[in-house]
């Protein structure tokens, strides 16, 4: 053996004299191609999960370490010429390895570099600071730990279980690690109950707990009642809205293992929690739960996977389960994947009763005279609602349109407000009398006359919450109408203190988008009716009756949870088909037949959860570029399409609003029986559709990106 060569045994071939190669994951532009870590150089080997700061480029930027030995050197490997770790970030345990996997799988799985996931998902503050700044920041945060001691625990009557939940407790009680569980159970049939019994298990066995919600708006609500139930336990929340400091805070109570609890949006699932013991996804099937831009992740697909990683349960509860969830729950025998567990509550608890659902066939209202608009509402749903302000009880009406009018419309010339930068009509608002555009946010004050022929007669055409809002004070005199959509709640506390108006009674009729349709629970809340829902049944997209079906039972659960008055609360649909399947299993409230009848329609035209979906969808400055860069990227790909066979490529074709802020928007769909082929097929060619893009950058293409398991095509 030649005296000059080491021995491989014993040494580490990364130890030279110069120190250790690091790997470093930094966030870096998806068109740089840089979908792994970056080699750097070290004094001393650096634990995985360890954040350090590195040069890149001219900046210094914060990056995670990444496992060395499981990471390839970089082509052209040499220590010496490696750039060193500026500085390690102190006293900050290293990011734990289930965190690594699943921020890992994440990246691969979403086709997006491994930088861009652990980064994006890290709080924004620890990405910016530098060492000494953090260890400022981490000296405060150990002070207010000291300060946050939680009080004892109080004296909390719990009430007696219901038998299912009773039941669902028992079958948590047997898990196998990483077992996924559907809780499937209206609203108010105990299942936020469960989640707290469960979670009080997990707390005594010395574990932590994460529980999801879809929107920050109802996080004060669950705060609330999980405060009241863990007195003297740790309780934090993660979610957008709060500051950069607070998250940061949270985060690190949520690393260091002293939050016992960890409320919060889809963005919490990505929280390090080292003694994990529990996951709760509620209101499992929102569409909020999927990221829609950026890293397109789905929270919910995530926190099963994370449960199986950490070998913990994860409990997805909801009265109308996503589809996916739903087949993946029916048992074998029904057709379905049985692999999560299904906890049934059908019940309401107490005598609360699911209202009783009323279609009203608007082809069998009265006609209104030529030139006039039909009343915002059918005249026995006014009566319904009059009775019900008479009673001093409540009514809900739901649209899902915020501003006066969707468009306003000149008689003479026929000229509409139109976006000047996107294929979409400027909303009316006339509280403020602007048009404004929904997509771009372009607004203008909304013109005396015609911009086009000078008529000064224009007209709102169709309606919006606030003109039905004023329609209503109008058809009902004496009743006080409330308003809660986005525009109302603009500004920061505007929902808090509309809410609290509406709870404290101040409000006999409550006009509102599918914002209030959600969690809210309303005591005095006898009618719900729905002005417009059948928009929703002709609409292309294939998910657009799960989703209704989904917002009209939710919003039928905001009525009638008080057991004195459930007896005569009522759901009203206005609708001109009233015979619709939908509507015929809402009256039933039979969820299992509506998910039946669409699974079969989703089988028959291979759509999720029969298939799997991914759309590459490209901005570009005109439509063509946009079009070209798609069909160019399918004619390359095609061979890997084909030599899998089991992949499918649709043509490209503009998206639903084609334009928006002046850029062009088009989408290819990919379609796969198997996940796994899918997956592959976008692996294989995602360097090549890098380098077709940087190509079109000069055609035009502004922004490209592969959407996995799109929530709408
Ligand atoms: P969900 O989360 O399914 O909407 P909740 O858990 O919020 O249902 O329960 C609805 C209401 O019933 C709440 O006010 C809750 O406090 C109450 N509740 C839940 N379980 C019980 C029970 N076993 N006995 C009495 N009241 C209960
Ligand atoms: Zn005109
Ligand atoms: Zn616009």
Not at 123 to 150: H, I, M, N, S
Not at 295 to 312: I, M, P, Q, T
Not at 524 to 548: C, G, K, W
Not at 675 to 681: D, E, K
């Amino acid at each position: 053996m030649p005296l000059d060569l080491p021995s491989a045994e014993g040494v580490d071939p990364c130890r030279i004299a110069d120190g250790v190669r690091v790997a470093v994951v930094v966030e870096a532009p998806q068109h740089s191609g840089l979908w792994g870590p970056l080699d750097y150089r070290h004094t001393e080997d650096l634990p995985a999960g360890a954040l350090v700061r590195v040069p890149l480029g001219r900046r210094t930027v914060t990056g995670v370490v990444w496992d060395a030995s499981e990471q390839p050197p970089m082509a052209g490997y040499e220590l010496p010429a490696l750039k060193p770790v500026a500085e390690v970030l102190p006293d900050l345990p290293a990011l734990p390895s289930a965190w690594r996997q699943l921020v890992g799988f994440a990246a691969n799985y979403y086709q997006r570099s491994l930088g861009e996931m652990a980064l994006m998902v890290l709080p924004p503050e620890l990405r910016q600071l530098d060492a000494t700044q953090w260890a400022r920041r981490r000296k405060r945060a150990d002070k207010a730990l000291g300060l946050a001691v939680p009080g004892p625990a109080g004296e909390i009557v719990l009430p007696a279980l219901t038998p299912q939940q009773e039941a669902a407790l028992d079958a948590l009680a047997t898990h196998q690690a990483g077992q996924p569980y559907l809780l499937w159970g209206n609203t108010g049939s105990g299942k936020t109950e469960v989640y707290l019994r469960q979670a009080q298990r997990t707390l005594n066995a010395g574990r932590q707990v994460l529980m999801m919600v879809p929107e920050i708006n109802l996080t004060p609500q669950l705060e609330a009642r999980v405060a009241e139930r863990f007195a003297g336990r740790r309780i934090v929340s993660l979610h957008s809205g709060l500051t950069p400091a607070q998250r940061l805070r949270n985060w690190l109570l949520a690393h260091l293992g002293e939050a016992d609890i960890v409320l919060g949006t889809r963005l919490s699932v990505f929280t390090p929690m080292p003694r994990l013991g529990l996951l709760v996804v509620d209101e499992e099937h929102d569409p909020s739960y999927k990221q829609q831009d950026g890293a397109r992740y789905s929270a919910r697909d995530l926190a099963v996977y994370r449960a199986r990683l950490e070998g913990v349960p994860v409990i997805l509860g909801s009265a109308t389960p996503s589809l996916e969830t739903w087949h993946n729950a029916l048992p074998t025998g029904e057709g379905g994947t049985g692999r999560y567990v299904r906890l049934s509550m059908p019940a309401r608890v107490g005598d609360g009763r699911m209202p009783k659902v009323r279609v009203l066939d608007l082809s069998r209202s009265p006609k209104p005279t030529m030139g006039q608009e039909p009343p915002p509402l059918a005249l026995e749903l006014l009566d319904a609602i009059t009775q019900r302000v008479e009673r001093g009880e409540q009514s809900l009406i739901l649209l899902n349109r915020r501003g006066y009018a969707p468009v306003l419309h000149c008689s003479e010339c026929g000229w509409k407000s139109g976006c000047p930068h996107c294929s979409a009509w400027r909303v009316f608002h006339k509280q403020d009398r602007t048009l404004r555009c929904h997509h771009c946010g372009f607004s203008e004050r909304v013109p005396r006359a015609c911009p086009d022929c000078g008529n000064t007669d224009i007209q709102p055409v169709g309606r919006g919450t606030e003109r039905l809002e004023e329609q209503l004070a109008e058809a009902l005199p004496g009743a006080r109408i409330g308003r809660i959509d986005a525009d109302v709640t603009r500004h920061k506390g505007a929902l808090e203190a509309q809410l609290a108006s509406v709870h404290a009674g101040d409000v006999d009729v409550l006009v509102g988008t599918q914002m209030v349709a959600k969690g809210h629970d309303f005591r005095r809340m006898t009618l719900v009716a729905a002005v417009n829902p059948d928009a929703a049944l002709f609409a292309s997209d294939f998910r657009a009756a799960e989703r209704q079906f989904a917002l009209l039972l939710q919003a039928a659960g905001r009525a009638g949870r008080d057991a004195d008055v459930a007896g005569h609360s009522e759901m009203w649909l206005q609708t001109w088909h009233p015979l619709h399947p939908l509507y015929e299993a809402l009256r039933r409230y039979d969820y299992p037949a509506f998910a039946a009848r669409q699974l079969e329609e989703r089988q028959i035209a291979g759509m999720p959860p029969f298939a799997s979906l991914a759309m590459l969808r490209a901005e570009a400055k005109t439509q063509e570029a946009a079009q070209a860069f798609l069909q160019q990227a399918a004619d390359m790909a095609q061979p890997w399409a084909d030599a899998l066979g089991c992949v499918t490529l649709y043509p490209a074709v503009p998206t639903p609003v084609q334009r928006v802020a002046n850029i062009e928007r088009a989408q290819m769909m990919i379609e796969s029986s198997s996940r796994p082929a899918l997956q592959r097929f976008l692996t294989d060619t995602r360097e090549m559709w890098l380098d077709l893009a940087q190509k079109n950058r000069r055609s035009g293409l502004v922004r490209w990106a592969v959407d996995v398991d799109p929530l709408a095509i």
